[in-house]
């Protein structure tokens, strides 16, 4: 089997530039809202464990995170609507990858804490979040070796 070594090189030229959604670059919509989502997550966190606060208000700060969070969601879904056929498989791979792996921790936390007592401060929701991110980078690293 021959390979045209200039297709090659086109190939790893393009594929160098794509940001994760295969554009040029990542939308500054999607930039800007997970930036935000991880600011608010972080200053609600820091405020209802630092600060000693009434039920309704640490219910306010709770949900603070909330909107910027569905915001970054609308973004990703409109840079995966905005990207070319390949970019959406590849996202699509990466998700499908993700869901289950999420699925199995939430499944055995849930298993282990009926069993065992799990100390909240160490296996609570809010400390397993990032492993949810952790899939999803797996899983778009497989399928952009495959694809790529």
Known sequence: MAFDLEKINKLVEVSGRM?????????????????ASLILFFAAHLALDQLTLSQPLRLGI???????LAWF???????VRRADELERQIQLEALAVA?????????????????????PEDWSYRHTWPLMYVFYLVGLTRARKRYL
Request: glycine fraction near 12%; avoid cysteine.
């Open 19 to 35: 940001g994760p959604l295969g554009t040029r670059r990542v939308s500054r919509g999607l930039a800007v809202s997970g930036g």
């Open 62 to 68: 709770a949900l603070m995170p909330v909107p910027a």
């Open 73 to 79: 969601v609308f973004e990703f879904v409109a840079s």
């Open 99 to 119: 869901f289950p792996l999420t699925m199995v921790l939430v499944m055995t936390l849930g298993h282990l804490q009926v069993a065992l007592p799990l100390a």
